[in-house]
């Protein structure tokens, strides 16, 4: 079985940074792309950022220059610096990864629970 647990959600005021935290534990032999979603109220869930084991980045273009993803591979931790943050900011954000359990074992796609992140104006 394998968790991702989410933090550093919150409310900010527009043009603050936050810093999105997710840990992810159990039966894990390795972790191959690690990334962030975002889910609006009455909208799709949408890609935010992704980061591969080999650290290659691809972000939206609405965070592009604003949004920073990085990951440590030792701790099984992905995180997001969000800065100079917009009210169409606000979202539930997502952590997901693409974990193997054992290595004869294609990866699956996990989730976190969601951390709300809130930008007011």
């Known amino acids: 079985q394998v968790q991702l647990v989410e933090s550093g959600g919150g409310l900010v005021q527009a043009g603050g940074s936050l810093r999105l935290s997710c840990v992810a534990s159990?039966?894990?032999?390795?972790?191959?792309?690690m990334g962030w979603y975002r889910q609006a109220p009455g909208k799709q869930r949408e890609l935010v950022a992704v980061i591969t084991s080999g650290s290659t980045t691809n972000y939206a273009d609405s965070v592009k220059d604003r949004f920073t993803i990085s990951r440590d591979n030792a701790k099984n931790t992905v995180y997001l610096q969000m800065n100079s943050l917009k009210p169409e900011d606000t979202a539930v954000y997502y952590c997901?990864?693409?974990?193997?359990?054992?290595?004869?074992?294609?990866?699956?796609?996990?989730w976190g629970q969601g951390t709300q992140v809130t930008v007011s104006s």
């Open positions: 159990g039966s894990i032999f390795s972790i191959n792309a």
């Open positions: 997901n990864a693409d974990v193997r359990v054992r290595s004869w074992i294609r990866g699956y796609d996990y």
